[in-house]
């Protein structure tokens, strides 16, 4: 099977499953434990800490490990706004949002925040404008992500983040999508809390970290909490999180040249889309400011599911969106902030590409959504002319 549903989650690299396995058998200890045995899996941890920032370009004191990037986004929202609550109790984010903040602002709502859903251009960029007019007195945060994960535009996170601060608001990024693609500066950025997961880079999945600069306050959302500064509880998962660092720390080694690989793939991909002689073809997102690897398309008159298990018979493994989102019966989130109509958005497919996508693999996968939209768009045809006959 051809695999090309990366941006949903990738598979371990043979160097992260060798450090998973060495640590799990010589790291086992608690990190808490004031043993030796313990100690060691502390020093373990604090140097997988160590290199993270590194890579982030950020104080290793700001670096909370966490179960992914699910987590790493609700505990820092909830436990930045807990600290500042006193400011206001006024939100802002996108629809455009991974599930995970979508559902907490929701939640929020209902405990008395009132929440502002910023509109996004048909490219799916926020506009700077609507943000400022946007922010009150009493705005707390603002949750925007740094890439979207089913069209794969890129916020202009630094613009975003530079108004945020002159407002004294606080800015929380999910970086998820875009970790592992597009350098990190948090040294450099007006960002106060970042959220990433370790099996978007080639990581063991329920591992991931939240970055939160350590000159904001935050409150600890369990009390008692021990573990990571209190933000959490729950014993340390010292191996994935060495085989976490190891993956992030070989991703970032080669991303240049990667991302170069992958972009030259993806326009292969578009363009070969965009002529299937049976099927009108269009890419959703920015088509200058994107992730290399992602390409959310609809192709007019088919559903994205229908699509998708087609392309599954014959082996092609490819997703109507994000997969924290699929199975809700509901047409894309990200699609109907775009503007488009429900039956418009649940034409959407997303094609995601990953490090052992090939030329070849591309050209397979162009064959076989050919048959599939010619098949599918000729039985219609028939169809429609036997009514009519």
């Not at 251009?121 to 707390?140: E, H, M, P, R, Y």
């Not at 606080?170 to 990433?196: M, N, R, T």
């Not at 008692?224 to 720390?249: C, D, Q, Y």
């Not at 019966?329 to 109509?341: C, I, N, V």
């Amino acid at each position: 099977m051809i695999y090309l549903d990366y941006a949903a989650t990738t598979p371990m690299s043979e160097e992260a499953m060798e450090v998973f396995i060495q640590a799990s058998k010589n790291f086992y200890g608690n990190a808490n434990s004031l043993h030796d045995i313990g100690s060691n899996a502390a020093n373990l941890l604090e140097a997988s800490r160590e290199e993270l920032a590194k890579l982030l370009h950020c104080q290793k004191e700001g670096i909370y490990f966490t179960s992914g990037g699910s987590e790493s986004n609700i505990l820092a929202i909830t436990s930045l706004i807990s600290a500042n609550k006193h400011r206001g109790n006024h939100l802002i984010t996108t629809k455009c949002e991974h599930s995970s903040i979508l559902h907490l602002f929701q939640r929020l709502e209902q405990e008395g925040y009132e929440v502002t859903y910023l509109p996004v251009n048909q490219s799916g960029f926020v506009d700077l404008a609507a943000l400022q007019n946007a922010v009150k007195d009493t705005t707390i945060l603002v949750a925007i992500q740094h890439a979207n994960s089913e069209i794969g535009t890129i916020q202009h996170i630094n613009k975003i983040g530079k108004l945020l601060h002159e407002r004294n608001v606080l800015f929380h990024c999910d970086a998820v999508q875009s970790f592992g693609k597009i350098p990190l500066h948090l040294d450099q950025e007006y960002i106060d809390s970042l959220s990433i997961s370790s099996h978007k880079v080639y990581g063991p999945k329920g591992v991931g970290a939240v970055y939160i600069n350590p000159r904001r306050k935050w409150n600890p959302q369990i009390p008692g909490s021990t573990h990571e500064g209190g933000l959490r509880p729950g014993t340390i998962n010292i191996p994935g999180i060495a085989a976490f660092v190891t993956a992030a720390t070989a991703i970032y080694d080669t991303m240049e040249r990667e991302n170069a690989r992958l972009e030259a793939l993806r326009e292969l991909l578009i363009e070969k889309l965009t002529q299937l002689p049976t099927a009108k073809v269009v890419i959703e997102g920015d088509q200058r400011k994107h992730l290399p690897n992602i390409v959310g398309i609809r192709i007019i008159g088919m559903e994205g599911q229908l699509v998708m298990l087609e392309c599954n018979r014959y082996g092609i493994a490819l997703s109507t969106g994000s997969a924290c989102s699929i199975g809700m019966q509901e047409p894309s989130s990200t699609l109907k902030a775009l503007g488009r109509s429900d039956m418009e958005a649940k034409q959407f497919i997303r094609i995601s590409l990953g490090n052992a996508t090939t030329k070849a693999d591309i050209l397979h996968t162009i064959a076989i959504m050919n048959n599939v939209t010619e098949s599918f768009f000729n039985k219609t045809r028939r169809e429609t002319i036997g009514y009519e006959g």
